[in-house]
């Protein structure tokens, strides 16, 4: 089973900015697709942003759309996900994870295993 760590979570206020990373293990990083969830309490984990296995095509729900950005590098196993201009609305506990391909990262609940994931939280 795939190792995922996510880190760069952390205290910020509300405008400011933070970048997530995501380390793989294994050596087949590069054939999936990867992206970024979060939940916040209370609430179900819901899809924040998906990459592409070469990362030449990316997808964003409407909410963050225009303030974060996915990116990846092959070469490290790793995928990032850069947030600008957060709000409190985006406090949750981040976590990334794989896919067959980038359109089916939208399907939550069909993914079984989740890592530790990385508390993020804005202030007011």
């Known amino acids: 089973q795939v190792q995922l760590v996510e880190s760069g979570g952390g205290l910020v206020q509300a405008g400011g900015s933070l970048r997530l990373s995501c380390a793989a293990s294994g050596r087949s990083f590069s054939s999936y697709a990867m992206g970024w969830f979060r939940q916040a309490p209370g609430k179900e984990r819901e899809f924040v942003a998906a990459i592409s296995r070469s990362g030449g095509n990316t997808d964003y729900p409407d909410s963050v759309k225009g303030r974060f950005t996915i990116s990846r590098d092959n070469a490290k196993n790793t995928v990032y996900l850069q947030m600008n201009s957060l709000k409190p609305v985006d406090t949750a506990v981040y976590y990334c994870?794989?896919?067959?391909?980038?359109?089916?990262?939208?399907?939550?609940?069909?993914?079984?295993?989740w890592g530790q994931g990385t508390q993020v939280t804005v202030s007011s």
């Open positions: 994870n794989r896919g067959l391909n980038i359109i089916t990262m939208r399907q939550v609940k069909g993914f079984k295993y």
